[in-house]
């Protein structure tokens, strides 16, 4: 079963305290084609410039992406430039330079229109609808989205949520979007605006399943080291997507099969901090993510 992810195709620059590179693969769209490679069928959906690498989109289809429904455009890529704190949680952006992003719209493939996972990053709410109106009908629809679009495009944000299974949000965003400072209260209000199911994302403090009949707190890996954090959030997202996708999971189905993608999305997250770009991403392989989730078991069980 084939997921499908609409998203960016970027390139960063990253500084932390001991490193800067320049210029690295980035973008939703690429995280989580690499985080849920090698599980399930990842097709993908973006633009690039004419600066986009030939090497960047091939090793995306060395690991499993599909990268037909992406476009190149001409003029620059997509562009994020910032800076982390010693605590490696903290950043600072230093430039956000959109390129061809700016003027996106996304056009599904028909041959993946059917597509029966679809995962809409974080993108403007009008293009994540524009996106729904030309699927027929995914088994499973979850969503990103952020603090700008929360503030400042809130009817258009409140039209897709009524659309979307699963909302995926930081705890911040959580409570921006519904005015309630109980992440409880926060995740019943938008509940209510249609997603059945919420997680609620908390950084090193780990994440929040709200789902249809019970709740689930999933704690962080602790890593040794943490080299660039970013990219984990959309990491976590390809995790739980292929976990779902693999269970052949629709929204109608129980919580269980969402609280095992809960610990598959956290574990699969791990690995991202681990090195710039994808690089701890692909140097995980099966026996590694098996430890984790282990680990991530006795953790949350004695």
């Not at 003027?103 to 974080?122: C, T, V």
């Amino acid at each position: 079963m084939a997921i499908l992810v609409v998203g960016s195709l970027a390139y960063d620059t990253v500084e932390t305290p001991r490193e800067r590179r320049e210029r690295q693969l980035g973008g939703s769209a690429s995280f989580f084609a690499v985080a849920a490679r090698g599980r399930h069928p990842v097709r993908c959906v973006g633009v690039v410039g004419e600066d986009f690498r030939a090497e960047d989109l091939a090793l995306l289809q060395e690991h499993g992406a599909d990268t037909s429904g992406v476009v190149r455009e001409a003029g620059p890529s997509f562009h994020w430039s910032g800076r982390y704190h010693a605590d490696m949680i903290e950043r600072d952006t230093l430039a956000t330079e959109l390129g061809v992003f700016a003027d996106f719209q996304p056009e599904i493939p028909a041959a993946w229109r059917d597509s029966e996972y679809l995962f809409l990053a974080n993108i403007h709410p009008d293009l994540q609808l524009h996106v729904l109106e030309q699927m027929t009908g995914p088994r499973l629809i979850a969503l990103d989205t952020m603090n700008l679009w929360i503030e400042k495009t809130p009817e258009s944000l409140r039209r897709v949520l009524a659309k979307v299974d699963v909302l995926l949000v930081n705890d911040g965003e959580a409570r921006m979007l519904t005015g309630c400072g109980s992440l409880a209260h926060a995740a019943r209000e938008i509940a209510a605006m249609g997603p059945r199911r919420v997680v609620i994302k908390k950084g090193e403090h780990g994440a929040l399943l709200f789902g249809a009949d019970s709740v689930l707190g999933v704690p962080a890996l602790i890593l040794d080291d943490v080299v660039d954090p970013t990219g984990a959030g959309d990491s976590f997202a390809g995790g739980f997507m292929a976990e779902l996708a693999e269970a052949g999971a629709s929204r109608g189905d129980g919580d269980a099969v969402f609280r095992r993608a809960m610990l598959s999305g956290t574990v699969t997250a791990s690995f991202c901090p681990e090195g710039f770009s994808v690089e701890g991403l692909l140097a995980a392989d099966s026996e590694a993510y098996e430890r984790r989730m282990a680990a991530l078991r006795a953790m949350m069980v004695p």
